[in-house]
């Protein structure tokens, strides 16, 4: 096993919900409860669940975007979760994220030239002249033409503004680059394109890549290893194809056997859980799932199972599936 | 094969009726500042009761318009219909009254849109909306009427205890729940066609199962014929009849979704299946793409319009305009080559 890239001990993230005329906390949002898991040196570790389980907050805390209320994040050796000032700076050069919507998170006024030079500025690297450079070196790694550098945002297809996202993400050389649903808005035919891109780019300089997103067959494809998440919390944590292969956790099961199947020949009747995933303003007691789980017990309602499991592939359950 | 063959049954019965929906040749044009662009060309298709058609292409393909062109619901006054005719069992709904149009919008035709959440009025209640639908369509009920029949149409969506729900608004409803209301909306008058412009492609998977599983039953109950567009594959494999694959705003392969699926011919339709990944794919592994982009309405390649970007195209591919050929009894393609090609040897062309 190579060395650990990052490591989430117990990381617990809320947020206060105010109201009233004093503007008080009269509840909170648990968007992350007690997770942990770590991802080793160029591995791709991928979050699925449903919108609202908490993907992105977890993502975005173990980035130190979010300070979590409790827990321990270790980088590379290091903790990081009280990092400041000029030590957080320079955390952020070894983390950084490709988002979504690329068209929402590239300022619309720069050339990709502004674009692509801006971390060195942040950070202080490299000459005027090494800069000009390094945004012609970027611009060629995501294969895109020089003379993009001129030319705004807008005038990009989604593919392509992913690619500068993409391109700014590895400017300053990260060693952990969080995927925040780089693909769901693209076409199939631009997404197989970006994801041989990731993969690509992953094998030439050995980046670790911790990815989110909601189409199981992407996640499959890109990743080593898969964490589930329902309502904050992690239920299963296994190597890709064993976890599509043997899913242990009720709700693990019923998300894969919610995909249709990409040949009219094998239609199967599809499968699915009954009602919405709870409020995380007031989740269910004891096990999260236990209110839409179809084998749940008196046990469920009132503990809440630990993440356990033997060879790599854990499961937080007290009754999980052969 | 049984679930193939048991399709194609029904599929043979229902053609032998008068078709519900029949649209032939339909061609939509925009106008822009590069003056007037053709969107849309010869669209055609025919839809039978119980039948659902799926529409699959990329964005900008022209899926949507040709949707809206279905009911005149295109951008006025940018958007028109230049030709064709929808004939909706046995009156072309193109020649009829703005009245009639209006009857046949949310009456005989129900539409869902993508996005519940732009479609459905912030500042009005889930049971004023409704209610909306019948002070259109039946205009002598009670309000008593109404509110139980509003009950009953929830109830059978599955928004659960549809009583409360009534009085809330849009945005308090969750994704899966605002695309019930939509199905609601549009089931209102018993519809015999329902339009779905990708009903599914913002819900999460399990909202999605849940959604593809209640069209399927309420067709099940109602015979409607549903037009499904969609860019996700898997969703027409699991769900559809027969399926239309566009391309720069023409169809460029028809057939029964098995065939298509099984023996795709145009290069396009095999190419966009191959670049896929599936819970089959090996992982990690290169996926193959379609080199190029899809051309821009106002710089359409002559010819084939995939001619830029198909790796078979040969010289006659720019100059000739391919026809729709037949490869069999109902399975059709645009593509001057099919014949040579051999299918599923996307793996060989690969960039």
Redesign the interface.
Known sequence: MSKVMIKAENIVKYFPVRGGIFFREIGRVHAVSDVSFEIAAGETFSLVG??GCGKTTTARSVSRLYDIQSGKITFDGKPIEKLKGRDLRELRRNIQIIFQDPMDSLNPRHTVRQILKEPFEIHGLLTRKEREEEVLKLLDLVGLPQTAARKFAHEF???QRQRIGIARAIALKPKLIICDEPVSAL???????I??LL?QLQRELGLTYLFIA?N???V?????RIGVMYLGKLVEVAP??EL?RNPRHPYTK??L?????????K??Q????E??IPSPRNPPSGCRFHTRCPFAVEKCKKVDPVLTGKEGHDVACHFPLA | ?S??EQNKSTHIQAVAAEPLLTVKDLAVSFETDFGRLRAVDSFSFELSAGETLGIVG??GCGKSVSCMALLDLLPKPAGQIDAGKVVLQGTDIRTISREELYKVRGGEVGFIFQDPMTALNPVKTIGKQLAEMYELHKPGYSSERVTSECLELLARVGV?SPAARLHVYPHQL????RQRVMIAMALTCKPKVLIADEPTTAL???????I??LLQDLQKETNMGIVMVT?????????CDSVLVMYAGRVVEEGP??EI??NPKHPYTQ???A?????D?P????????PG?VPSLYAMPSGCRFNNRCPYAQMNCVSLSPEFEKVNADHRVRCLHHAELKPRNIEEVKI
């Open positions: 449903e919108s297809s989604g593919g076409d199939v035919s631009i997404q197989s394109e994801l041989n993969l909601h199981l067959a992407v499959r494809h890109i990743s080593d890709a194809e599509y019923a998300l056997d919610s995909i249709p199947n990409p040949d009219p020949t239609r199967k599809l499968q699915t859980i009602g919405e | 094969m679930s193939a990329e964005s659960p969750s994704g899966g729940l999460d998977a399990t909202i999605q199962a849940q593809l599983l860019h996700d594959l898997a969703v027409v494999a699991q769900q979704v098995e699926f099984a190419m966009l299946m670049s896929m990944p599936t819970l794919t992982t990690k592994s290169e996926l193959p793409t379609i982009r």
